[in-house]
């Protein structure tokens, strides 16, 4: 079957399977962070750099893309990865996945990050440098050059 041999497809469809394969990777690396935050009640934001390297590392190698389009596609993958990470740090895993089957507790909790994400003190400001710098890194990453 030629779907399946990826060095056949052509751009379009190598970017699709890039964005399917990133967003499945940023999903599930941000609630892994996420539940690890929640298990041992640390946050160590440095690992949103990593994740943002991963995204990139797979959109990268499965996309094998050297358009602004694949870095694009990975800076918003990061958004999403830190958005799931946050909630499932701040919610529980089982508090995030119970606003996916009601949107009004999910637009609740979306205020509540972003009171959180923008508050005024210094660790927030640091914690929200280094996220940036995630984002920095997946948009970087993304392409071959």
Request: positive net charge; glycine residues 8%.
């Given at each position: 079957?030629q779907?399946y041999?990826s060095?056949?497809?052509?751009?379009?469809?190598r970017?699709i399977?890039?964005?399917?394969a990133?967003?499945?990777?940023?999903i599930v690396?941000?609630?892994?962070?996420?539940?690890l935050v929640?298990?041992?009640h640390?946050?160590?934001?440095?690992?949103?750099v990593?994740i943002?390297w991963?995204?990139?590392?797979v959109?990268r190698?499965?996309?094998?893309?050297?358009?602004?389009?694949?870095?694009?596609?990975?800076a918003?993958i990061?958004v999403?990865a830190?958005?799931?990470?946050d909630?499932?740090a701040?919610?529980?895993?089982l508090?995030?996945?119970?606003?996916?089957?009601?949107p009004?507790?999910?637009l609740?909790?979306?205020?509540?990050w972003?009171?959180?994400?923008?508050s005024?003190d210094?660790?927030?400001?640091i914690?929200?440098?280094?996220?940036?710098?995630?984002i920095?890194?997946?948009?970087?990453?993304a392409?071959i050059?």
């Open positions: 079957m779907i041999n060095r056949t497809l052509d751009s379009n469809t970017f399977l890039a964005i399917l990133g967003l499945a990777t940023g690396l941000g609630f892994a962070y996420g539940f929640n298990l041992i640390v946050q160590s934001t440095v690992i949103y990593a943002g991963c995204i990139a590392y959109i190698t499965v996309g094998r893309g050297v358009h602004k389009r694949f870095a694009i596609a990975s918003v990061m999403i830190i958005f799931v990470g909630m499932v701040l919610f529980t895993p508090g995030f996945l119970s606003s996916v089957i009601d009004s507790l999910l609740y909790m979306f205020e509540l972003l009171k959180n994400l923008l005024v210094i660790t927030s400001l914690v929200l440098a280094i996220k940036a710098i995630g920095y890194y997946a948009y970087n990453y392409v050059l």
